[in-house]
Protein backbone atom coordinates (compact mmCIF):
# COMPACT_ATOMS: atom_id res chain seq x y z
CA UNK A 1 0.00 0.00 0.00
CA UNK A 2 2.37 2.75 0.56
CA UNK A 3 4.13 1.86 -2.23
CA UNK A 4 0.96 2.63 -4.45
CA UNK A 5 0.94 5.67 -2.20
CA UNK A 6 4.33 6.41 -2.96
CA UNK A 7 3.34 6.21 -6.85
CA UNK A 8 0.12 8.13 -6.39
CA UNK A 9 1.94 11.05 -4.88
CA UNK A 10 4.11 10.99 -7.78
CA UNK A 11 2.00 10.79 -10.36
CA UNK A 12 0.11 13.69 -9.31
CA UNK A 13 2.93 15.75 -8.53
CA UNK A 14 4.53 15.21 -11.96
CA UNK A 15 1.10 16.10 -13.14
CA UNK A 16 1.07 19.21 -11.40
CA UNK A 17 4.96 20.11 -11.71
CA UNK A 18 5.82 19.59 -15.57
CA UNK A 19 3.01 22.22 -17.02
CA UNK A 20 4.53 25.05 -14.77
CA UNK A 21 8.21 23.50 -15.28
CA UNK A 22 7.93 23.68 -18.78
CA UNK A 23 6.08 27.35 -18.56
CA UNK A 24 9.51 28.34 -16.74
CA UNK A 25 11.88 26.78 -19.21
CA UNK A 26 9.94 28.30 -21.98
CA UNK A 27 10.68 31.95 -20.48
CA UNK A 28 14.39 30.96 -20.72
CA UNK A 29 14.40 29.20 -24.21
CA UNK A 30 15.92 30.86 -26.98
CA UNK A 31 13.41 29.13 -28.79
CA UNK A 32 11.74 25.79 -28.82
CA UNK A 33 10.34 24.41 -31.58
CA UNK A 34 11.84 21.20 -32.95
CA UNK A 35 12.58 18.86 -30.03
CA UNK A 36 11.43 18.03 -26.03
CA UNK A 37 14.50 20.26 -25.43
CA UNK A 38 14.88 23.85 -25.81
CA UNK A 39 17.44 24.92 -28.54
CA UNK A 40 19.19 27.57 -25.82
CA UNK A 41 19.07 29.80 -23.08
CA UNK A 42 18.79 33.17 -22.36
CA UNK A 43 18.08 36.18 -20.05
CA UNK A 44 16.45 38.35 -22.53
CA UNK A 45 12.35 37.48 -22.38
CA UNK A 46 13.00 38.21 -18.30
CA UNK A 47 15.52 41.52 -19.45
CA UNK A 48 12.98 42.54 -22.00
CA UNK A 49 10.48 42.20 -19.45
CA UNK A 50 11.38 44.40 -16.63
CA UNK A 51 12.08 47.06 -19.73
CA UNK A 52 8.51 47.23 -20.61
CA UNK A 53 7.23 49.73 -19.12
CA UNK A 54 3.42 48.51 -19.20
CA UNK A 55 4.99 45.87 -17.11
CA UNK A 56 5.98 47.42 -14.40
CA UNK A 57 2.54 49.82 -14.19
CA UNK A 58 0.88 46.18 -14.49
CA UNK A 59 3.19 44.96 -11.40
CA UNK A 60 2.82 48.10 -9.78
CA UNK A 61 -1.12 47.82 -9.79
CA UNK A 62 -0.90 44.43 -8.23
CA UNK A 63 0.98 45.53 -5.37
CA UNK A 64 -0.88 48.80 -5.17
CA UNK A 65 -4.07 47.04 -5.28
CA UNK A 66 -3.98 44.29 -2.88
CA UNK A 67 -1.73 45.84 0.01
CA UNK A 68 -4.22 48.34 -0.16
CA UNK A 69 -6.96 46.16 0.52
CA UNK A 70 -5.07 44.23 3.17
CA UNK A 71 -4.21 47.51 4.69
CA UNK A 72 -7.65 48.65 4.90
CA UNK A 73 -8.78 45.12 6.08
CA UNK A 74 -6.31 45.30 8.83
CA UNK A 75 -7.39 49.07 10.24
CA UNK A 76 -10.90 48.48 9.80
CA UNK A 77 -11.47 44.69 10.05
CA UNK A 78 -9.30 43.36 12.26
CA UNK A 79 -10.69 45.81 15.14
CA UNK A 80 -13.93 44.62 14.48
CA UNK A 81 -12.98 40.76 14.75
CA UNK A 82 -11.39 41.20 17.95
CA UNK A 83 -14.28 43.03 19.41
CA UNK A 84 -16.05 40.37 18.51
CA UNK A 85 -13.94 37.74 19.57
CA UNK A 86 -13.07 39.08 23.00
CA UNK A 87 -16.63 40.56 23.83
CA UNK A 88 -19.25 39.51 21.51
CA UNK A 89 -18.93 35.93 20.77
CA UNK A 90 -22.62 35.40 20.34
CA UNK A 91 -22.39 37.61 17.01
CA UNK A 92 -19.35 35.22 15.43
CA UNK A 93 -22.10 33.08 13.71
CA UNK A 94 -22.81 36.26 11.71
CA UNK A 95 -19.15 36.29 10.30
CA UNK A 96 -19.05 32.40 9.95
CA UNK A 97 -22.50 33.47 7.84
CA UNK A 98 -20.81 36.14 5.63
CA UNK A 99 -17.64 33.46 4.88
CA UNK A 100 -19.77 30.72 3.42
CA UNK A 101 -21.65 33.45 1.17
CA UNK A 102 -18.33 34.46 0.13
CA UNK A 103 -17.78 31.25 -1.22
CA UNK A 104 -20.86 30.86 -2.48
CA UNK A 105 -21.16 33.46 -5.07
CA UNK A 106 -18.79 33.03 -8.34
CA UNK A 107 -16.73 35.44 -9.24
CA UNK A 108 -18.68 36.01 -12.69
CA UNK A 109 -21.96 36.23 -10.85
CA UNK A 110 -20.65 39.02 -8.30
CA UNK A 111 -19.26 40.84 -10.82
CA UNK A 112 -22.25 41.24 -12.88
CA UNK A 113 -23.92 41.90 -9.62
CA UNK A 114 -21.26 44.92 -8.71
CA UNK A 115 -21.54 46.19 -12.21
CA UNK A 116 -25.25 46.55 -11.93
CA UNK A 117 -25.46 48.58 -8.70
CA UNK A 118 -22.46 50.62 -8.77
CA UNK A 119 -22.06 51.24 -12.42
CA UNK A 120 -25.17 54.07 -12.20
CA UNK A 121 -23.39 55.44 -9.16
CA UNK A 122 -20.73 57.90 -8.16
CA UNK A 123 -18.60 55.23 -6.40
CA UNK A 124 -15.71 54.37 -8.59
CA UNK A 125 -15.41 51.10 -9.67
CA UNK A 126 -11.67 50.55 -8.33
CA UNK A 127 -12.57 51.47 -5.21
CA UNK A 128 -15.56 49.03 -5.18
CA UNK A 129 -13.28 46.37 -6.28
CA UNK A 130 -11.34 46.95 -3.18
CA UNK A 131 -14.15 46.96 -1.20
CA UNK A 132 -14.79 43.43 -2.53
CA UNK A 133 -11.52 42.14 -2.14
CA UNK A 134 -11.35 43.45 2.07
CA UNK A 135 -14.36 40.63 2.04
CA UNK A 136 -12.59 38.33 -0.09
CA UNK A 137 -9.99 38.10 2.40
CA UNK A 138 -12.25 38.51 5.77
CA UNK A 139 -12.35 34.20 6.30
CA UNK A 140 -8.46 34.71 6.32
CA UNK A 141 -8.25 37.35 8.64
CA UNK A 142 -10.87 36.19 11.30
CA UNK A 143 -9.56 32.69 11.44
CA UNK A 144 -5.65 34.31 11.65
CA UNK A 145 -6.95 36.88 14.53
CA UNK A 146 -9.63 34.97 16.19
CA UNK A 147 -6.43 32.03 16.71
CA UNK A 148 -3.87 34.30 18.01
CA UNK A 149 -6.29 35.57 20.45
CA UNK A 150 -7.31 32.37 21.74
CA UNK A 151 -3.31 31.11 21.84
CA UNK A 152 -3.05 34.20 23.97
CA UNK A 153 -6.34 34.25 26.08
CA UNK A 154 -6.95 38.15 24.40
CA UNK A 155 -10.25 38.34 26.81
CA UNK A 156 -7.92 37.64 30.14
CA UNK A 157 -5.60 39.81 29.29
CA UNK A 158 -7.72 42.41 28.31
CA UNK A 159 -9.41 42.00 31.90
CA UNK A 160 -5.60 42.32 33.51
CA UNK A 161 -4.93 45.23 31.54
CA UNK A 162 -8.11 46.92 32.82
CA UNK A 163 -8.09 45.93 36.34
CA UNK A 164 -4.40 47.58 36.24
CA UNK A 165 -5.79 50.96 35.23
CA UNK A 166 -5.66 50.75 30.96
CA UNK A 167 -8.85 51.62 29.41
CA UNK A 168 -10.08 49.19 26.28
CA UNK A 169 -7.94 51.21 23.65
CA UNK A 170 -4.80 51.39 25.09
CA UNK A 171 -4.83 47.66 26.40
CA UNK A 172 -5.92 46.71 22.71
CA UNK A 173 -2.48 48.81 20.91
CA UNK A 174 -0.09 48.31 23.51
CA UNK A 175 -1.01 44.36 24.34
CA UNK A 176 -3.25 43.09 21.68
CA UNK A 177 -2.21 44.26 18.42
CA UNK A 178 1.90 43.56 19.63
CA UNK A 179 0.93 39.63 21.02
CA UNK A 180 -1.24 38.68 18.04
CA UNK A 181 1.20 40.55 15.54
CA UNK A 182 3.30 36.98 14.46
CA UNK A 183 -0.59 34.96 13.27
CA UNK A 184 -1.88 38.50 12.04
CA UNK A 185 0.83 38.90 9.56
CA UNK A 186 0.66 35.61 8.59
CA UNK A 187 -2.61 36.08 7.70
CA UNK A 188 -1.94 39.19 5.64
CA UNK A 189 0.19 37.44 3.45
CA UNK A 190 -1.66 34.58 2.69
CA UNK A 191 -4.29 37.45 1.73
CA UNK A 192 -1.88 39.47 -0.08
CA UNK A 193 -1.00 36.62 -2.24
CA UNK A 194 -4.15 35.30 -3.12
CA UNK A 195 -5.60 38.80 -3.82
CA UNK A 196 -2.94 39.49 -6.08
CA UNK A 197 -3.39 36.09 -7.89
CA UNK A 198 -7.04 37.15 -8.27
CA UNK A 199 -8.22 37.92 -12.17
CA UNK A 200 -11.70 37.84 -12.60
CA UNK A 201 -13.27 40.67 -10.78
CA UNK A 202 -10.62 43.07 -11.75
CA UNK A 203 -10.73 41.89 -15.34
CA UNK A 204 -14.66 42.15 -15.17
CA UNK A 205 -15.33 45.36 -13.13
CA UNK A 206 -12.34 47.20 -14.18
CA UNK A 207 -10.89 45.79 -17.52
CA UNK A 208 -7.61 47.88 -19.08
CA UNK A 209 -8.90 51.00 -17.22
CA UNK A 210 -6.43 49.69 -14.42
CA UNK A 211 -4.32 46.54 -16.02
CA UNK A 212 -2.99 44.46 -13.35
CA UNK A 213 -0.43 41.92 -13.99
CA UNK A 214 -2.64 39.12 -14.30
CA UNK A 215 -4.82 40.98 -17.03
CA UNK A 216 -1.40 41.89 -18.29
CA UNK A 217 -0.50 38.57 -18.35
CA UNK A 218 -3.66 37.56 -20.81
CA UNK A 219 -2.89 40.14 -23.23
CA UNK A 220 0.60 38.56 -23.42
CA UNK A 221 -0.62 35.44 -24.44
CA UNK A 222 -2.51 36.79 -27.16
CA UNK A 223 1.10 38.28 -28.37
CA UNK A 224 4.52 36.55 -27.34
CA UNK A 225 4.74 33.12 -25.61
CA UNK A 226 7.80 33.91 -23.77
CA UNK A 227 6.98 37.20 -22.73
CA UNK A 228 3.78 35.79 -21.06
CA UNK A 229 6.31 32.61 -19.88
CA UNK A 230 8.28 35.26 -18.14
CA UNK A 231 5.39 36.96 -16.34
CA UNK A 232 4.41 33.77 -15.15
CA UNK A 233 7.75 33.14 -13.59
CA UNK A 234 7.69 36.09 -11.89
CA UNK A 235 4.66 35.46 -10.70
CA UNK A 236 5.53 31.90 -9.39
CA UNK A 237 8.96 32.65 -7.49
CA UNK A 238 6.97 35.94 -5.56
CA UNK A 239 4.14 32.92 -4.62
CA UNK A 240 7.04 31.19 -3.63
CA UNK A 241 8.80 33.59 -1.57
CA UNK A 242 4.89 34.17 0.12
CA UNK A 243 4.51 30.44 0.71
CA UNK A 244 8.03 30.10 2.38
CA UNK A 245 7.86 33.42 4.47
CA UNK A 246 4.44 32.29 5.77
CA UNK A 247 5.58 28.48 6.20
CA UNK A 248 8.88 29.80 8.18
CA UNK A 249 6.75 32.27 10.02
CA UNK A 250 4.19 29.86 11.00
CA UNK A 251 6.76 27.18 12.11
CA UNK A 252 8.11 29.78 14.20
CA UNK A 253 5.02 30.37 15.87
CA UNK A 254 4.59 27.08 16.75
CA UNK A 255 7.75 26.86 18.48
CA UNK A 256 6.84 29.96 20.59
CA UNK A 257 3.82 28.32 21.39
CA UNK A 258 5.40 24.73 22.19
CA UNK A 259 7.48 26.63 24.42
Known amino acids: ?7 SLTFVGLYLAIPLLATVVYAFSTSWNHSVFPEGLTLKW ?17 VLLSAGAVLLSVVLVVPAICMIVLYFPQ ?42 YCVIILPYLYQGTKNSLMTINGRQLMDAAELLGANKWYSFRKIIMPSIYPGLFVATLLS ?25 LVEQLNTSGHLASAVVFIYVLLMAILTFSVMKLSTRMKGANAK
Do not use: D
Open 1 to 7: MKFIRWI
Open 46 to 62: ILALFQEKEFLLAFGRS
Open 91 to 132: YEKWIKVIIVMIYSFPGIILSVGLLKFYSATVIPLIAVVVGV
Open 192 to 216: FSILFGEFVLINLIVGSKFKTLQVF
